[in-house]
């Protein structure tokens, strides 16, 4: 019966959902994502039904909320949900195995990417910049310069410091001509407008200012795909403030 060909194919606590038409088409696809390395939760044999979306749906893992189908397709009202915008589970099937593990890869990258990029929004990146000569515009209350985006990033409401560690001020705003923006990246030449600060009193034109990044982020950082410019600030940040505390970000 069904119940012993589910135990040929080797399940983990978590993984993907699988599913075929027949035992041998199950092993196959196993077989394939084995190669890969990927776990599978679930492999059983049959359309694709309400209890599978449901084990997609639970996965803790977003790059295992997917489910593969080989030569069998999705019962009708599953078959719904899972091509509704609010369904967050993946569904993959075809009659060529290479081509269901063709576009698995190629949606693993992308949900990465993705995955990558909502992590860099919630965390203070590194960053480095430049206050331009000839660009004060205000001295003070706040301070509003011209500034160049040396390395990293830099974010409205980000703390910046001198390379010696004293603090500067706060990134009220960052504008490009009229429009204002949340960040610029490096390259950018933008104003910012720093609040806190005065120039002449400890900040003056063509300074190299520092994003600080909180210890809670830094230890997140360490896990990320950093450029090399990036990875030297972040250096440069953590080599300061372990002068102060020696397992500072670890």
Excluded at 39 to 45: G, L, V
Excluded at 57 to 62: G, H, Q, R, V
Excluded at 104 to 130: A, H, T
Excluded at 162 to 189: L, N
């Amino acid at each position: 019966g069904r119940e012993e060909a589910r135990i040929s194919v080797e399940t983990e606590e978590t993984g993907v959902v699988i599913k075929a038409d027949t035992l041998g088409g199950l092993e196959a696809l196993a077989f394939e994502l084995g190669k890969l390395e990927i776990p599978i939760c679930s492999a059983t044999i049959g359309t694709v039904n309400k209890k599978d979306l449901l084990t997609a749906e639970n996965a803790d893992e977003p790059l295992e909320k997917i489910i593969l189908g080989f030569a069998t397709k999705a019962q009708n009202e599953v078959a719904k949900e899972l091509d509704s915008e609010k369904c967050d589970v993946k569904y993959i099937s075809g009659d060529v195995i290479y081509h269901i593990i063709e576009k698995f890869e190629e949606w693993r990258e992308e949900r990465q990417r993705q995955l990558e990029n909502e992590k860099r929004e919630s965390v203070v990146y590194p960053g480095r910049i430049l206050l331009m000569r000839d660009h004060i515009f205000r001295r003070s209350g706040p301070v509003v310069a011209g500034i160049r985006v040396l390395g990293g990033r830099i974010h409205v409401g980000q703390t910046l410091i001198k390379p010696d560690g004293t603090r500067v001020g706060q990134v009220k705003s960052i504008r490009v001509g009229e429009s204002g923006q949340q960040e610029a990246v490096q390259g950018d030449e933008v104003a910012v407008a720093i609040s806190g600060a005065t120039i002449g009193r400890g900040l003056e034109e063509e300074d190299v200012l520092l994003v600080d990044i909180p210890e809670s982020h830094a230890k997140k950082l360490q896990g990320f795909d950093l450029s090399a410019v990036e990875q030297d600030i972040f250096d440069e940040i953590v080599k300061l403030h372990r002068k102060t505390d020696r397992f500072w970000g670890y």
